[in-house]
């Protein structure tokens, strides 16, 4: 059964760091990965998603990479803003489920102080 | 943009209560699905939609079922509120097998 972890469970950082947020998955025949977002009290907002065929994906400050084979992917957050404190959610959806669910880790905690 | 629409933000019922949580996408799209949401325990699935009428169990769907009469709207039903389903609910739905988009989320509690 796929299992998705994410380390660190919380980061704290300055404003302007460069981060790395860490996602693993233990079943690599995966169909895409997604990357979300999620502030207190509310849904998830989607970042980015990549396809299994793709290595990476950007948008803005973020860029999201996939490394199928090792069963990771990571999220680069450039020059980090106070804004960008909320909790990071990374999800996999598998090969032979294209049509299903995907599994989620349980989020890395950002908090960026000015 | 795609919205993904929960009728509540927030519920408080009673136990022994039936409870409905409706939720509409405006996207066409063919996948919805319920999640439920804890602490410490991640996001977890209550059950899935691929098509009208269709449905299929999640890793969670005791004391859940589900009805999807039309295309956009997906409904998740309590039947007899317990306390142990005091939690966050969230609708999401994507093409097949595409991005998945979610609602803002119903907070429910159960007294």
């Known amino acids: 059964k796929q299992e998705v972890t994410q380390i660190p469970a919380a980061l704290s950082v300055p404003e302007g760091e460069n981060l790395v947020l860490n996602c693993s998955f233990t079943?690599?025949?995966?169909?895409?990965l997604q990357w979300f977002r999620q502030d207190p009290g509310k849904g998830l907002t989607s970042l980015l998603l990549?396809?299994?065929?793709?290595r990476e994906q950007t948008s803005g400050r973020l860029n999201a990479s996939l490394d199928k084979s090792s069963g990771r992917s990571t999220l680069y957050i450039a020059a980090s803003q106070p804004g960008d404190s909320a909790t990071y959610l990374c999800?996999?959806?598998?090969?032979?489920?294209?049509?299903?669910?995907?599994?989620f880790g349980k989020g890395t905690t950002l908090s960026v102080s000015s | 943009d795609v919205k993904v629409t929960q009728s509540s933000r927030y519920l408080v019922k009673r136990t022994g209560e039936k409870v409905f949580l409706e939720c509409v996408q405006d996207?066409?799209?063919?996948?919805m699905f319920w999640y439920r949401q804890d602490p410490g325990l991640g996001l977890r699935l209550i059950y899935f939609?691929?098509?009208?009428?269709?449905?299929e169990k999640g890793d969670i769907p005791e004391g859940y079922s589900v009805s999807r009469e039309k295309k956009e709207r997906f409904s998740l039903i309590l039947e007899s509120a317990s306390t142990n389903q005091t939690s966050m609910y969230l609708c999401?739905?994507?093409?097949?097998?595409?991005?998945?988009?979610f609602g803002e989320g119903s907070r429910l509690t159960v007294l």
């Open positions: 999401a739905s994507s093409s097949l097998p595409g991005e998945l988009f």
């Open positions: 990549i396809q299994s065929s793709q």
């Open positions: 996207m066409d799209h063919e996948n």
């Open positions: 079943d690599s025949a995966i169909y895409n």
């Open positions: 999800a996999v959806r598998g090969e032979s489920q294209a049509g299903t669910a995907l599994i």
């Open positions: 939609s691929y098509d009208v009428k269709m449905k």
